[in-house]
């Protein structure tokens, strides 16, 4: 099993940065896993907001995170962070770790097989 536990997220002003991480841990966790952030907000449907691959670190990110949110890992400690920028109301979400068994990132909730709980995040208005 693999397990993904969040942290980091909180209340925010608009305009401001927060930073999430992930560690992964598990008997059968493989630091050459994809590891992916999503986002739903109330409402709405999951989507995806970046990833990065466990072999060569190459990063995916939609088009909402695209110059604002930079997504990072260690996999010495088995952490990816997810450092987010200029946030806005519009980012205010439940922020979920996902981890694929495959080190191409991927911008599909369905491609991942392990999920954290989830980290609040609210961005005031």
């Known amino acids: 099993q693999v397990q993904l536990v969040e942290f980091g997220g909180g209340l925010v002003q608009t305009g401001g940065s927060l930073k999430l991480s992930c560690v992964a841990s598990g008997p059968t966790w493989n630091t050459l896993y994809t590891m992916a952030w999503f986002r739903q907000a109330p409402g709405k449907e999951r989507e995806f907001v970046a990833a990065?691959?466990?072999?060569?670190?190459?990063?995916t990110y939609s088009n909402i995170a695209q110059d604002r949110f930079v997504i990072s890992r260690d996999n010495a400690i088995n952490t990816i962070w997810l450092q987010m920028n200029n946030l806005s109301p519009d980012d205010t979400a439940d922020y979920y770790c996902?981890?694929?068994?495959?080190?191409?990132?991927?911008?599909?909730?369905?491609?991942?097989?392990?999920w954290g709980r989830g980290t609040q995040v609210t961005v005031s208005s």
């Open positions: 990065i691959g466990g072999l060569y670190g190459s990063t």
């Open positions: 996902a981890a694929r068994s495959a080190s191409p990132p991927r911008p599909v909730g369905a491609d991942y097989d392990y």
